[in-house]
C-alpha cells in the first residue's frame, strides 16, 4: 500500500544496551535503577556533543541517530569510555557493562520515533557485541575509512534473530591492524577485508604490480581528503587544504595534532554466546606521561607535567590546534571528564571562528590512564629535516606548492608569508596540508607533523619552514601524491632504512619500481634527470621488470 505521508531517510543508529541488567535488578532494583540513569545521562549527554539525537529508551538502554557515521562511531567509543572510566572508579555493585551496535540505513519517521530495518539491524549488531564492545555493520565500517584509527575483526555475514538476509559485520578493536578474521562455525564462504590504519582509517592493499601500473599510467586518483579546514580569516592561520578546499585559519596560534589506535580480537561466537572483554575497543589504555601527549606546544608543557602530580579525580582535554584543558580535584572521574570537555569547548568557540570537525575536542586523560582512542600520530625518523637546507636556498612562494587548491594558495598568501612567528607548512598523503605558527622552529614542525599524521594516518614531510622550501620539487614528472613507504609494496628492514634515509635527504634523488617488486634507489645526485635514469639502471640491475619512476624527491610521481 501506497503511503504518501511516510517520511523516509538516510540516517547512522547506535543501540545501546546493558550486559546483565535483569540480574543486576534482581539484586538491588532500586540501585541498578539510579545507576541506569546516571549512565544512561552521560551517554546521552555524549549523543548530544556528537550532534546526535537519542530518540528512544529501551529501558535498559537507548537508541539515537546521527547525520554522520564518523560522529556515531566516535561517541560509541566515547560511551564505552565513559563506562570504563567509572567501573574503574566504583565499587562491585557499580559495574555496568554496555554494548554498543551502529548501523547505517533507510528509516521511517514516526513523530520523534524512528522505525525499519535500519533500527532493527544496528539493534542485532548491539546484541552479538562483545562485552564492552562495539559491532558495527559493512556499511558504517565503508564509511569511517580513511576517517578514525581503529582496527576490526571480520565476523563476516551474521545470521540474527529477525533479519531474513545475513548481515555482514565488523567488531572494532584497538589497534589499525587489519580486520582479522573471526573463525565461523557455518560453512566457509568468501569476504573480502582491509586494512584498517592511522589518519585516520584507510584501505591499503599494495602490491607491486598494481602500483607499478599506477605509477606509469597515473590512472588512479588520490583519495578524497581525510578531513579539510576552513579556519577563520583574518587571523594567526593553521589550516588544513584539502583536494576541494583551504581556508584561513584561525585566532589562536597555538595548534598541534592528534592522531590514533587498537589491537585484533578474537574468535566469533554465536550471538547467544558472551564475548570476553579482551575484545573491546576501550579496555586498553596507557599510563599518562607528559611528553607524550600530541599538538600541545612547548610552552604548556609544565602543564602537562602538573597533571601528573595532581590528585584527585581528574582528566584532560585536547584539540589538533592545541588548546588544553585541564579539570583537578573533582568529586568523581565523571565530573572531571564533564568539565575537562566544557572548557576546551568554550575555547574552541572563543578562538576559532568556523570550528570544523578537526577542531573536535577530545578527552585524552582521565586519571593517570590515556584513554584517547587514537595511536600516536605517526612521524618521520629524526631529524624531521635534512640536516642541509637546497643550496641556492628555494624561497616559498604560494604559487609553486604541489597538491594544493586555489582557496590553500590565497591562505598561504595571506597568512603564511605574512606571520612573523615560526611556522612550518606540511603536507600529508590525500592531499592534506596543514600549517601552524609557534614559538620556535622545532616546535612548529613537531606540532604540525603530529597534526598532518593524525588527520592522515601517514607521515607527512615538511615542504617549507618559515620562508624557504627544505625539499626540490619535481620538474620532468606530475606529482601525484606525498611518498610513504606502504606506497612501495612490502619493504625488508634493510630496505625500509632505506626508504627513511631517503624522504629525509635535501638532494636530488628517486626511486624506480619495476612490476616485480623490485627497487631502485639513486641519493645525491647533482640532478633530477640524473637521479632519474640512475634509479632506473638501479632498479633494472635488480632484476625489476618494466621498471618505472615512482617517485622523485618525496613525492610519488607520473608522466606528464
Request: a neutral charge; glycine letters at 6%; charged letters at 20%.
Amino acid at each position: 500500500m501506497n503511503e504518501p505521508n511516510l517520511v523516509r531517510r538516510l540516517t547512522t543508529i547506535v543501540a545501546v544496551d546493558v550486559v546483565g541488567f535483569s540480574t543486576m535488578s534482581a539484586r538491588d532494583e532500586e540501585h541498578a535503577l539510579e545507576l541506569l540513569g546516571q549512565r544512561m545521562a552521560t551517554t546521552a549527554s555524549i549523543v548530544q556533543h556528537h550532534r546526535g539525537r537519542v530518540f528512544k529508551a529501551t529501558g535498559d538502554g537507548l537508541l539515537a541517530e546521527f547525520a554522520s557515521p564518523v560522529e556515531a562511531v566516535r561517541a560509541a567509543l566515547e560511551t564505552q569510555e565513559a563506562m570504563r572510566s567509572a567501573n574503574a572508579s566504583g565499587g562491585p555493585g557499580d559495574q555496568l557493562i554496555l554494548r554498543i551496535g551502529v548501523n547505517l540505513g533507510d528509516v521511517v519517521e514516526s513523530g520523534d520515533d524512528l522505525m525499519g530495518d535500519a533500527v532493527n539491524v544496528a539493534v542485532r549488531l548491539e546484541s552479538i557485541a562483545p562485552h564492552g564492545g562495539i559491532c558495527v555493520s559493512s556499511s558504517i565500517y565503508e564509511q569511517i575509512i580513511g576517517k578514525l584509527t581503529l582496527g576490526a575483526e571480520d565476523m563476516g555475514e551474521q545470521h540474527v534473530k529477525n533479519i531474513p538476509r545475513p548481515i555482514h559485520a565488523y567488531r572494532l578493536t584497538l589497534q589499525g591492524a587489519p580486520p582479522a578474521r573471526a573463525p565461523d562455525p557455518r560453512p566457509a564462504h568468501k569476504s573480502s577485508t582491509r586494512l584498517v590504519v592511522a589518519g585516520g582509517i584507510a584501505a591499503v592493499a599494495v602490491i607491486a604490480a598494481a602500483v607499478g601500473a599506477w605509477l606509469m599510467h597515473g590512472r588512479m586518483e588520490p583519495a578524497p581528503p581525510a578531513a579539510a579546514q576552513v579556519p577563520a580569516p583574518g587571523t594567526p592561520p593553521t589550516q588544513v587544504a584539502s583536494s576541494t578546499a583551504a581556508a584561513p585559519a584561525p585566532a589562536n596560534p597555538a595548534s598541534a595534532a592528534p592522531a590514533a589506535p587498537t589491537p585484533p580480537p578474537a574468535a566469533s561466537t554465536p550471538p547467544s554466546a558472551p564475548v570476553p572483554p579482551a575484545s573491546s575497543p576501550v579496555a586498553a589504555t596507557r599510563p599518562y606521561v607528559a611528553a607524550d601527549v600530541p599538538f600541545v606546544a612547548d610552552s604548556r608543557r609544565r602543564a602537562l607535567e602538573n597533571y601528573a602530580r595532581a590528585e584527585g579525580s581528574k582528566a584532560m582535554a585536547i584539540t589538533v590546534r592545541g588548546h588544553l584543558t585541564i579539570a583537578t580535584r573533582r568529586i568523581d572521574d565523571a565530573a572531571a571528564r564533564r568539565v575537562a570537555i566544557e572548557e576546551c569547548n568554550k575555547a574552541v568557540q572563543r578562538e576559532v571562528a568556523q570550528p570544523r570537525e578537526v577542531d573536535r575536542c577530545m578527552i585524552y586523560a582521565i586519571g593517570n590512564d590515556v584513554v584517547w582512542t587514537f595511536r600516536s600520530p605517526p612521524l618521520p625518523p629524526q631529524p624531521y629535516l635534512p640536516p642541509t637546507r637546497p643550496a641556492p636556498p628555494i624561497a616559498f612562494d604560494p604559487a609553486a606548492v604541489p597538491l594544493i587548491r586555489e582557496p590553500a594558495r590565497l591562505n598561504l598568501a595571506e597568512h603564511y608569508v605574512k606571520s612573523e612567528r615560526k611556522r612550518a607548512l606540511v603536507l600529508g598523503r590525500n592531499r592534506v596540508d596543514w600549517w601552524s605558527p609557534s614559538e620556535t622552529e622545532g616546535d612548529a614542525i613537531r606540532r604540525n607533523l603530529q597534526v598532518c599524521g593524525h588527520i592522515t594516518g601517514r607521515r607527512c614531510i615538511v615542504y617549507s619552514v618559515d620562508m624557504q622550501v627544505v625539499v626540490r620539487t619535481p620538474q620532468r614528472y606530475r606529482i601525484v601524491d606525498v611518498l610513504t613507504a606502504p606506497d612501495l609494496a612490502d619493504l625488508g628492514t634493510s630496505q625500509q632504512e632505506a626508504i627513511d634515509r631517503y624522504l629525509v635527504a635535501d638532494d636530488w634523488r628517486a626511486i624506480a619500481l619495476g612490476r616485480n617488486g623490485r627497487l631502485g634507489m639513486a641519493m645525491r645526485r647533482p640532478s633530477e634527470t640524473d637521479a632519474v635514469s640512475d634509479a632506473l639502471r638501479e632498479c633494472a640491475q635488480a632484476g625489476g621488470t618494466e621498471c618505472a619512476v615512482a617517485a622523485v624527491g618525496p613525492f610519488l610521481v607520473a608522466p606528464k
